[in-house]
């Protein structure tokens, strides 16, 4: 968060989107920082006002004058809800601030009332541009998220670095100064969720997703993984990722043994890549051959957890 009445245009231009909440007063120098940074090539959301005065009530409208648009009254609605972007009833607050058809030309109206009127617009200014809301839609319902998703999604930024396909599973990436990184993936609710999750490779910044050879799988109640990426454990040879925890890792005479635990209705997957992952010959677990697949880059082993208890996955390597 960036204080605007301290901020420059060139210090916002650090950010790939700006969001604004703005009340219908806003002294002269931020309303020009605004303009001068969505100019620059910056992404300006506005909302729920376009301001018409400055903080000591002194006319002040240089938005509204740069973007030749100027609200044409309001509307104030039972359970007000709008239309956005396609999506339908949003919940939203009053009132909302409407604008005419003709004020709007050259821009695109990107929300409605229920009673058809623009409440919403885009509209490019400069190099950049301006989305505006007439409203505040908060964040208090399911359906608002997508409506901010859309909204994030009109900048450049990256929006994340990791993902799933299955919002009740949380994950969380962070990177490290040596091109490697952590992943973390928890399931927070008192029931098995099933889904597939994508991270960010630290190296390449390749879309890398656990499982890694299969579909969906199931992450059990109340279970968390802390994985390494990229973790070198022998010259030319580094742990992608690992559904296990990673307890102690030992090279000895062309073997490296991986003590490993994990929930028993978790899927286990160990993944490897490196210039000498192909020198990996086979894997063992509790004397048992692991499951392989390969590809080109990589190998992956897959295995079931031990119930409560530690494992070890011995590696021959030639």
């Known amino acids: 968060m960036i204080d605007l009445c301290k901020a420059s245009a060139d210090e916002l231009g650090k950010y790939k989107q700006v969001w604004a909440f703005c009340t219908d007063e806003m002294n002269a120098r931020d309303q020009q920082t605004i303009v001068d940074y969505t100019k620059a090539g910056g992404n300006s959301v506005l909302f729920p006002y376009l301001p018409d005065r400055e903080m000591n009530q002194k006319p002040c409208s240089i938005i509204r004058d740069a973007l030749s648009v100027a609200p044409s009254g309001k509307e104030t609605i039972d359970s007000p809800l709008i239309d956005v972007f396609e999506y339908k009833d949003i919940k939203c607050a009053n009132p909302q601030i409407i604008y005419s058809e003709e004020s709007l030309s050259g821009a695109e109206v990107i929300a409605r009332t229920i009673t058809g009127s623009a409440c919403g617009f885009s509209k490019v200014l400069g190099k950049g541009s301006v989305i505006h809301l007439g409203t505040w839609i908060g964040f208090d319902t399911e359906g608002q998220k997508p409506v901010y998703e859309t909204i994030l999604g009109k900048s450049t930024a990256q929006l994340r670095q990791a993902w799933t396909s299955n919002d009740n599973i949380a994950v969380r990436e962070r990177f490290t100064a040596s091109s490697s990184a952590i992943l973390f993936i928890g399931n927070y609710y008192n029931e098995e969720h099933t889904g ?19 579909g969906e ?57 490196g210039e000498n992952v192909n020198k990996i010959i086979s894997a063992t677990l509790r004397g048992k051959t692991v499951k392989v697949v390969r590809d080109e880059n990589r190998i992956a082993f897959i295995y079931n957890h031990k119930h409560k208890s530690e494992m070890i996955l011995n590696i021959v390597i030639s």
Do not use: M
Not at 198 to 212: C, D, F, K, L, N
Not at 218 to 247: F, M, Q, R
């Open 217 to 273: 799988i199931v992450w059990p109640a109340l279970y968390a993984v802390l994985s390494p990426l990229c973790l070198e454990v022998s010259e030319g040879l580094k742990i992608l990722h690992c559904t296990s925890d990673i307890l102690g890792i030992e090279e000895n005479y062309g073997q490296i043994e991986i003590t490993l635990y994990g929930d028993r209705d978790l899927a286990g997957e160990i993944v490897f890549e």
């Open 196 to 214: 597939k999750v994508t991270y960010t490779h630290p190296q390449s910044g390749e879309a890398v997703t656990i499982p890694y050879s299969r």
